[in-house]
C-alpha cells in the first residue's frame, strides 16, 4: 500500500512565524503536489514537483515555497504565516509512469493566530 | 475562476436510494476525469475515474455517466449505504499530473 504521511494533524502557528510542512511517500513516486482545502473552494493546487529539486507552481503560489530535496520528501514553507492561510493542507504523490490516481496523505490541519 | 463545478454542496439520501452528484467543465483539454472519496479524518482517495472516449464506467455500485458534447459528468451511487456518507470531489485533467477539484459535495446516508 502506498503511504503518504504528514509530519503534523494539527498545527497552531502565530502571524509572521515560519512555518514547515513535511510529507513523506514510502513508494517512490516521482510527482508530489501540495494542496489547500477550504470549505465550499475544494482543493486546490500550491504547488507541484516532478523530480528532486524541480517544482512548479500550481493555481495558489503567492505566500508559499517548497522544497525538495530528496525524492521521497516534499516540504511546503510559509515564510510568514497569515491568517489567511489557515486551512487544510494535503500533500499527494504520484507515479510517472501513468497519471491514474494520486495518494494523499491525511492532511495538516494549520491555524493561523 | 473554478474549473470544474460540482454540485450540490451537499446530498442527503436515505439508504437504499441514489445518490447524483454532478459536475461541469469548460476546457476541451481535460482528457481525464476522476471522482475522489474523503472520509473525515482522512484525505482523499480515488474512487473511479473515466476518459472521454466512453459514455459510461460502472465499477460495483459507482458509476460514472459522461456527456462530452455537454461536457458534463456525473457520480451515481446506487444502493447507497450509511458507509457510503463521505465527502465527494470530482476532478478534470488536461494532461499529465494536473488535476482541477472540483468544490466537494458532502453526502450523507441516512440509515
Known amino acids: 500500500d502506498v503511504k503518504v504521511t504528514q509530519s503534523s494533524r494539527y498545527l497552531v502557528k502565530r502571524t509572521g512565524e515560519k512555518v514547515f510542512l513535511e510529507c513523506v511517500q514510502d513508494?517512490?513516486?516521482?510527482?508530489m503536489f501540495w494542496y489547500r482545502q477550504d470549505p465550499g473552494l475544494g482543493l486546490r493546487l500550491i504547488y507541484f514537483s516532478y523530480d528532486v529539486k524541480m517544482k512548479e507552481k500550481g493555481d495558489i503560489p503567492e505566500g508559499y515555497s517548497v522544497s525538495r530535496e530528496k525524492k521521497e520528501r516534499f516540504s511546503l514553507i510559509l515564510e510568514s504565516a497569515s491568517t489567511n492561510q489557515t486551512s487544510m493542507y494535503l500533500c499527494?504523490?504520484?507515479?510517472?509512469?501513468?497519471?491514474?490516481?494520486?495518494?494523499f496523505g491525511p492532511g495538516t490541519r494549520l491555524t493561523v493566530l | 475562476q473554478q474549473q470544474v463545478k460540482q454540485s450540490p454542496q451537499s446530498l442527503i439520501v436515505q439508504k437504499g436510494g441514489i445518490s447524483i452528484i454532478n459536475c461541469a467543465y469548460e476546457n476541451t483539454a481535460f482528457d481525464y476525469f476522476p471522482w475522489y472519496q474523503q472520509f473525515p479524518g482522512k484525505g482523499p482517495a480515488l474512487l473511479i475515474a473515466i476518459r472521454p472516449d466512453v459514455s459510461e464506467k460502472k465499477e460495483g455500485r459507482f458509476t460514472i455517466s459522461f456527456n462530452k458534447s455537454a461536457k458534463q459528468f456525473s457520480l451515481h451511487i446506487m444502493d447507497s449505504q450509511p458507509g457510503d456518507s463521505a465527502t465527494y470531489f470530482c476532478a478534470a485533467s488536461p494532461n499529465f499530473n494536473k488535476f482541477y477539484f472540483g468544490s466537494g459535495t458532502k453526502l450523507n446516508v441516512k440509515p
Open positions: 513508494m517512490d513516486h516521482e510527482n
Open positions: 499527494a504523490s504520484e507515479s510517472a509512469l501513468s497519471y491514474n490516481e494520486q495518494f
